[in-house]
């Protein structure tokens, strides 16, 4: 109860646990649905789809490297509303994957779809250490703990509701449409993260100081 008062109370950070909330929601879809998009749809082999989703951890490691530049470029809020901008493009360029099996469309649904999984991963690496970075800031030590206890369990709880959600979509409606869905719904978060108190956060020190640097 301490960390759900203290997360959902915080002007900031309330929207930050909200907004990541209704992310993993859209992830979950997306993960679901990724896999058995691109075995049956796409005729990927298992170890092409392998390979595809190790482009979305070189994308990581390269935003985490380039994570702390962007904050001290645009500052915490706008560097993470940038990464979650950088989620609707990479996952434009998987929706419009076309499906025909020739050998020259199949060369074009693997770069296309290694691409928006490298940019996934580039929008994650940037935003993951700062999120985590800026909740830690605002947080009093005693209650670091619950605070994470509390953003994990709601997060992870979405996952219960986005992935069945996501293969039920896919099953009734077609993988293209779950995957715009997800567009949509990444669209949105984006958007709202843009209009909202987080999009001008700073990082703080413990006692309420802007760090600097």
Same mark, same amino acid.
Do not use: C, K
């Given at each position: 109860m301490e960390g759900l008062r203290w997360v959902y109370g915080h002007r900031q950070l309330s929207t930050l646990a909200l907004n990541t909330n209704a992310w993993f929601l859209f992830n979950?879809?997306?993960?679901?649905v990724?896999?058995?998009f691109a075995l049956r749809e796409l005729g990927f082999s298992a170890v092409t789809l392998g390979v595809v989703?190790?482009?979305?951890?070189?994308?990581a490691l390269l935003g985490t490297t380039l994570s702390a530049r962007a904050a001290r470029r645009w500052?915490?809020?706008?560097?993470?509303?940038?990464?979650?901008?950088l989620f609707v493009p990479s996952l434009i360029l998987i929706a419009l994957v076309p499906l025909a099996r020739h050998n020259i469309f199949h060369a074009i649904?693997?770069? !296309?779809?290694?691409?928006?999984q490298?940019?996934?991963g580039l929008a994650m690496g940037i935003e993951g250490p700062l999120e985590i970075g800026f909740r830690q800031s605002v947080t009093p030590v005693q209650l670091q703990g619950r605070m994470n206890t509390t953003m994990r369990s709601t997060n992870r709880g979405m996952l219960a509701i986005g992935a069945p959600l996501g293969g039920a979509i896919a099953d009734t409606l077609g993988f293209h449409t779950a995957l715009w869905i997800a567009v949509a719904? !990444?669209?949105?978060?984006?958007v709202w993260y843009r209009l909202s108190p987080m999009y001008s956060a700073q990082l703080m020190e413990s006692h309420g100081?802007?760090?600097s640097g």
């Amino acid at each position: 109860m301490e960390g759900l008062r203290w997360v959902y109370g915080h002007r900031q950070l309330s929207t930050l646990a909200l907004n990541t909330n209704a992310w993993f929601l859209f992830n979950a879809i997306i993960t679901t649905v990724l896999a058995p998009f691109a075995l049956r749809e796409l005729g990927f082999s298992a170890v092409t789809l392998g390979v595809v989703l190790s482009a979305a951890g070189i994308g990581a490691l390269l935003g985490t490297t380039l994570s702390a530049r962007a904050a001290r470029r645009w500052g915490v809020g706008r560097a993470i509303a940038f990464a979650r901008v950088l989620f609707v493009p990479s996952l434009i360029l998987i929706a419009l994957v076309p499906l025909a099996r020739h050998n020259i469309f199949h060369a074009i649904a693997l770069v !296309m779809v290694s691409l928006g999984q490298f940019l996934y991963g580039l929008a994650m690496g940037i935003e993951g250490p700062l999120e985590i970075g800026f909740r830690q800031s605002v947080t009093p030590v005693q209650l670091q703990g619950r605070m994470n206890t509390t953003m994990r369990s709601t997060n992870r709880g979405m996952l219960a509701i986005g992935a069945p959600l996501g293969g039920a979509i896919a099953d009734t409606l077609g993988f293209h449409t779950a995957l715009w869905i997800a567009v949509a719904g !990444m669209a949105l978060v984006a958007v709202w993260y843009r209009l909202s108190p987080m999009y001008s956060a700073q990082l703080m020190e413990s006692h309420g100081g802007q760090l600097s640097g």
